[in-house]
């Protein structure tokens, strides 16, 4: 068994507090916002491999996030987290978004329904005996259960399955545009939230039409909704399609950029796994394994977890020592290794590189060539490939997140890499300044995302919504991280809020 399967991750996780390795505090945000006292809309949006399908994976689990992140759980679900009904529809399964594309609300319907009977523990959801379930909320699931079965067995002596079923469409409507919105009132008032969690909504987004998103809108009347994206719905959806409600909504819907895992996060990631084989021979990759796949990798979580895998499979049988490395310590050895490796992810990184726009390719080549530092000019370019992850910030240069991927980089453009760039001497632009005084004059202090951009942009309320900015504010924010790097003082985000300016740690 490889600890490194995706499946195996997952029940290796499953049950266990401790063993969560991701997106942690996204998690736990997520969890929290579609559970509060009334539903609420997420969405979710991150390139591809990090992490979004595994994040819903486990969030819907019975024994994943209502079961390790329990404290994140709202006032009224935390007592007996089993009331959250978690919905997932996967848009990446062409027969789904197919389905989706011709009748969005019937699929949502289809799968309540699905839902609810596995919950309930009934064939068919559509037995219950509706009329027959009064609208007192019942003290847990356990006792809605045992209620619904008692009713169906005293409805059974009356009428056979067939009936109940049509009792149960009389009473909530046969379309399901008129059963989904009674079917949600219905577990409302029996204490329980749906949770509709879409995974890959842009496989579908093309074909649905305005009405499809109005009808999304009327949902959150009753029901929390989850959004997965690779891009922002407003990049995504046509202008004219944009003047449902739902949009209205989208203007100030919480939305969390997902990109890549933290560090600690990142060697958890390779160390931990293979311990919980307790049936398989011990297996450890050494700080120096740790240190070359992470070189190759970065901090992508898919890109971390394939090589880990094959990996594995590649050298699970090697003998070592406790302390020794598991991967050739040969220098050409690695270097023949490191091409080998390159191979699993040609394809993944040349769709990734015929995506981008055309001044985005030449300024990741020019980052791969070490042509470019922290005090280059923010151009537009520059600014789309740090908000979408795609490089990271060291000694006051840009470098490409992943080295297999600044290799195919060199190898695609035919970039000659700088042997010997000069050193760095960072000097602060004068929004930098600004904003390192905003930070400063509140040290210690969490200064809010919407405060700073109202300052540094010079945005009120009522000209617009400051959140147009963020992607501007986080480039900033990178940039001088990557200039106070060496710094005694650094930049600190206090997640969903803003950021503070806090001691380096030793």
Request: include cysteine.
């Amino acid at each position: 068994m490889n600890p490194y399967r995706q499946d195996t991750l997952l029940n290796g996780m499953l049950g266990k507090e401790d063993r969560f390795i991701g997106l942690r505090d996204e998690l736990e945000w997520v969890l929290a916002r579609v559970s509060e006292a009334r539903p609420s809309a997420v969405s979710l949006v991150g390139p591809v491999g990090v992490g979004k399908s595994f994040l819903l994976a486990y969030l819907a689990h019975p024994q994943g996030a209502r079961w390790s992140f329990r404290h994140a759980i709202g006032q009224r679900f935390v007592d007996d987290p089993e009331r959250l009904l978690f919905v997932t529809l996967d848009f990446s399964d062409a027969e789904v978004a197919k389905r989706a594309s011709a009748n969005l609300v019937g699929l949502l319907y289809d799968e309540l329904l699905r839902e609810l009977a596995g919950l309930l523990k009934l064939a068919d959801a559509r037995l219950i005996p509706l009329d027959r379930i009064a609208d007192a909320r019942p003290a847990t699931v356990a006792a809605l259960r045992a209620l619904v079965e008692q009713q169906l067995d005293h409805a059974r002596e009356e009428a056979d399955d067939d009936e109940l079923r049509e009792r149960f469409d009389a009473e909530l409507g046969t379309a399901p545009l008129d059963a989904l919105p009674a079917l949600l009132r219905c577990l409302d008032s029996w204490g329980l939230r749906a949770v509709f969690l879409i995974d890959d909504f842009d496989n579908v987004i093309p074909a649905l039409k305005r009405a499809d998103f109005d009808h999304l809108r009327a949902l959150l009347a009753a029901a929390s909704l989850v959004i997965v994206t690779r891009k922002a719905l407003s990049k995504l959806v046509p202008t004219e399609v944009q003047t449902s409600p739902f949009f209205n909504l989208v203007q100030w819907l919480d939305l969390r950029s997902l990109y890549f895992w933290p560090p600690e996060e990142a060697r958890l990631m390779i160390t931990e796994p293979p311990k919980w084989l307790t049936k398989s021979p011990p297996f450890r990759f050494s700080e120096s394994d740790v240190d070359f796949i992470l070189e190759l990798t970065g901090l992508h979580p898919d890109l971390i977890r394939t090589i880990c895998e094959e990996l594995y499979m590649r050298y699970r049988r090697r003998p070592v020592e406790p302390t020794g490395d598991v991967l050739p310590a040969d220098v050409e050895e690695r270097r023949f290794l490191r091409a080998q490796l390159a191979t699993l992810f040609a394809d993944s990184f040349a769709a990734l590189w015929h995506r981008l726009p055309e001044a985005e390719r030449a300024t990741l080549q020019d980052i791969a060539a070490g042509r470019m530092t922290v005090d280059d000019t923010l151009t537009p370019s520059l600014n789309a490939v740090i908000n979408l992850g795609y490089i990271v910030c060291e000694q006051g240069r840009y470098q490409l997140f992943s080295g297999l991927f600044h290799d195919y980089v060199i190898e695609k453009t035919g970039a000659t890499p700088n042997p010997a760039p000069a050193p760095v001497r960072a000097q602060l632009t004068e929004l930098e300044t600004k904003l390192l005084e905003i930070l400063k004059s509140r040290q210690g202090e969490t200064v809010e995302r919407e405060e700073i951009i109202a300052a540094l942009y010079d945005v009120r309320p009522a000209d617009g919504d400051p959140r147009t900015h963020n992607s501007r504010l986080d480039a900033l924010i990178f940039r001088l991280r990557g200039k106070l790097e060496n710094e005694p003082q650094q930049i600190e985000s206090i997640r969903g809020q803003g950021y503070r300016l806090v001691a380096a740690k030793k």
